[in-house]
């Protein structure tokens, strides 16, 4: 496990192994094992541009994982109190993001891909998309 002390709660950052050779690399992502959480959904985001910024929302009971496969980008996650950037820099590097915190994905490079692991469905309803809404959420569930 990589330093925490200056993520915001909720957030762990850490490399997946990658299992390289000649004929290239691989990363296995296993529930409860790599990651700390049952699957219930995967998406990858792909096809982006460095000045696109993606997410932008909070969640209150989802537990994600972010896992970097080629490419970077930075990651903006933010409890209300810590706002920390973390670069995705290299494949394999994963942040898991577990409870109310707002994120945001921007600077992708060409070619940036990222698979993303959530315990629950697509709820669109469940998505907070409002940065003032989610600070008083925080507010309010200190
Ligand atoms: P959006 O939430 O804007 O993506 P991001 O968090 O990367 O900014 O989602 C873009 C579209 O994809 C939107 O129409 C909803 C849809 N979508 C799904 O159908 N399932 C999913 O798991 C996700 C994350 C998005």
Wanted: proline content about 4%.
């Amino acid at each position: 496990m990589l330093p925490t002390h200056n993520l915001p709660k909720g957030v762990q950052l850490f490399d997946h192994d990658i299992f390289g050779d000649k004929r290239g690399d691989l990363v296995s992502v296993e529930q409860n094992r790599t990651i700390p959480f049952e699957i219930a959904r995967v998406y990858t985001i792909f096809h982006t541009s460095y000045h696109m910024a993606r997410g932008c929302h909070a969640h209150i009971g989802m537990q994600q994982a972010l896992v970097n496969i080629t490419g970077s980008l930075t990651l903006i996650v933010d409890d209300g109190t810590v706002k920390s950037e973390i670069n995705l820099d290299r494949p394999g590097r994963t942040v898991i993001i577990n409870g109310l915190v707002w994120r945001e994905l921007t600077n992708f490079s060409p070619g940036s891909v990222i698979n993303c692991f959530s315990d629950k469905f697509y709820d669109e309803s469940e998505y907070i998309r409002d940065y003032n809404t989610f600070r008083s959420l925080c507010a309010t569930s200190k």
